[in-house]
């Protein structure tokens, strides 16, 4: 799923695309309880997990210096542990004191912050990464001096497809 993050050149719009995913998820989860519709939202949530994880890193590597990249990295790790223990506890409040349902929608209402600190991002940070980093993925498509690698090229390779196999057993 990295291969298919690097494909594309606007990470902070997959970002978003994966909060709006989750949010629409959650969204399901509280309006409609149906099975169907619980596995639809499950899926749709494991995709943006992925998907937004990768984005947050491949834009973190555009943002930060390759000397500071580790340090930037724990950041991320501290504010993800810190916003972890502050949404479960806005979560268990909504759910004691407000009912089952209230738990999804201010988890999709999380969503709104997130999407406003993408925005605060500016594409001209993204747009220099070279600047920064050394890494081969980190400058758009155009800028790269190696090419990209097709994401199908992954289907081709057995030991993948292995650990594909075993992951769904």
């Not at 995913?21 to 099975?35: F, P």
């Not at 223990?85 to 004691?96: D, K, N, P, Y």
């Not at 997130?114 to 747009?127: D, E, G, K, Q, T």
Request: charged share 15%; with cysteine; net charge positive.
């Amino acid at each position: 799923s990295g291969a298919v993050i690097d494909h594309f050149s606007g990470k902070r719009a997959l970002a978003a695309i994966a909060i709006g995913v989750s949010m629409l998820a959650l969204l399901l989860l509280a309006t409609i309880a149906s099975v169907p519709i619980v596995v639809l939202a499950q899926v749709m949530q494991g995709g943006a997990g992925v998907g937004l994880t990768l984005a947050i890193a491949c834009v973190t590597l555009s943002l930060a210096r390759q000397d500071v990249l580790g340090e930037r990295l724990g950041k991320n790790v501290r504010y993800a542990a810190v916003g972890a223990a502050v949404g479960a506890a806005g979560l268990g409040l909504a759910g004691s004191f407000v009912s089952g349902r209230a738990v999804f929608l201010l988890a999709a209402c999380f969503g709104i912050p997130a999407l406003l600190s993408l925005r605060w991002i500016h594409p001209v940070a993204l747009a220099s990464p070279e600047t920064r980093t050394t890494h081969h993925t980190a400058p758009p498509r155009p800028k790269r001096k190696t090419p990209a690698v097709s994401p199908w090229r992954l289907l081709r390779d057995r030991r993948i497809l292995v650990f594909f196999a075993c992951v769904v057993m």
